[in-house]
Nanobody, 124 residues
Framework: QVQLVESGGGLVQAGGSLRLSCAAS????????MAWFRQAPGKEREFVAA????????SYADSVKGRFTISRDNAKNTVYLQMNSLEPEDTAIFYC?????????????????WGQGTQVTVSS
């Protein structure tokens, strides 16, 4: 069992930056592929970024490439999402997720454990 707790969300102006963190419980954090998803009001949850167990490989949604960076610190059981050049369209609840597959999947069904989410609001 893995528990995930996100933090770092908030209100920011367009063009600004935020850094989300996701702290995981347990001693098996390094065995999980980690990902960030987001869900805007009235829309389905969508993939944002993912990172392999060791942190060597990453994957991003086209809409955030070049603006967002996912990273992890296995010693701290934490995964991060650095978000730069934020746009109003990035407004959503951001969720952290952990999956057992070694493959970087964009599908939410590939991830077993989910956090409660953190709200990101970008004003224009």
């Amino acid at each position: 069992q893995v528990q995930l707790v996100e933090s770092g969300g908030g209100l920011v102006q367009a063009g600004g930056s935020l850094r989300l963190s996701c702290a995981a419980s347990g001693r098996t954090f390094s065995s999980y592929t980690m990902a960030w998803f987001r869900q805007a009001p009235g829309k389905e949850r969508e993939f944002v970024a993912a990172i392999t167990r060791g942190g060597s490989y990453t994957s991003y949604a086209d809409s955030v490439k070049g603006r967002f960076t996912i990273s992890r610190d296995n010693a701290k059981n934490t995964v991060y999402l650095q978000m730069n050049s934020l746009e109003p369209e990035d407004t959503a609840i951001f969720y952290c997720a952990a999956g057992g597959s070694a493959v970087l999947s964009t599908r939410n069904t590939a991830y077993v454990y989910w956090g409660q989410g953190t709200q990101v609001t970008v004003s224009s």
